[in-house]
């Protein structure tokens, strides 16, 4: 199957600082990318959809000046965490679409944000 | 509204056993899918079943959906200690494009 990296897998930040974090697909154009974060033993909740070359569409209740998405190419999409605090520490999952009729989607493997 | 009930929350079976896990939603769907996360770790896709499909399986994997009673169910057979994981449904919206809606997924636990 398609391959998407995340970077970095694991991240420990001061409270106030900025952190971003990568999303790449590897071998295929990703159209359309998601973010998501997920709390222990929680479900995936949706943060924003990201499309190439246009403003991310966020969800309902996630701030976009805290939750900075950009889209730049067709294979890199980054999430930036602004003045993070200790209640942002979570794990940060993005998936990625070709754009196929298949619907499937192809997750990179989180990455742990921990603010101190 | 939560799209994507799932139940049980936790199951812990012996390995050989058979695990079941089902899955509810409230909308129509283009398609519903079952992905696996083990823990600490991004998301694998398992199975996809379109909303005109009734059973598919994959391996030891076999999927049910049942439109009319918008659930859908996913069953392990000859579980493994390695499919220790949790695992979620996911629908795919009519009205929402390649934009999923995660269930609260179900933790299953196989002991040697």
């Known amino acids: 199957g398609a391959v998407v990296s995340q970077h970095p897998s694991r991240v420990i930040c001061k409270s106030g600082t900025s952190v971003k974090i990568e999303c790449r697909s590897l071998d295929f154009q990703a159209t359309t990318m998601f973010w998501y974060r997920q709390f222990p033993k929680q479900s995936l909740m949706l943060m924003a959809t990201s499309n190439e070359g246009s403003k991310a569409t966020y969800e309902q209740g996630v701030e976009k000046d805290k939750f900075l998405i950009n889209h730049a190419s067709l294979t890199l999409s980054t999430l930036t965490v602004t003045s993070a605090h200790p209640e942002d520490s979570s794990f940060y999952i993005c998936s990625a679409s070709s754009g196929t009729v298949t619907g499937e989607l192809f997750f990179g493997e989180g990455s742990r944000l921990t603010v101190l | ?112």
């Open chain 2, 1 to 112: 509204s939560q799209q994507g009930e799932e139940d049980p929350q936790a199951l812990s079976i012996q390995e050989g056993e058979n695990a079941t896990m089902n899955c509810s939603y409230k909308t129509s769907i283009n398609n519903l899918q079952w992905y696996r996360q083990n823990s600490g770790r991004g998301l694998v896709h398992l199975i996809l079943i379109r909303s005109n499909e009734r059973e598919k399986h994959s391996g030891r994997l076999r999927v049910t959906l049942d439109t009319s009673k918008k659930s859908s169910s996913l069953l392990i057979t000859a579980s493994r200690a390695a499919d220790t994981a949790s695992y979620f449904c996911a629908t795919d919206e009519k009205a929402a494009g390649n934009k999923l809606t995660f269930g609260g997924g179900t933790r299953v636990l196989v002991k040697p």
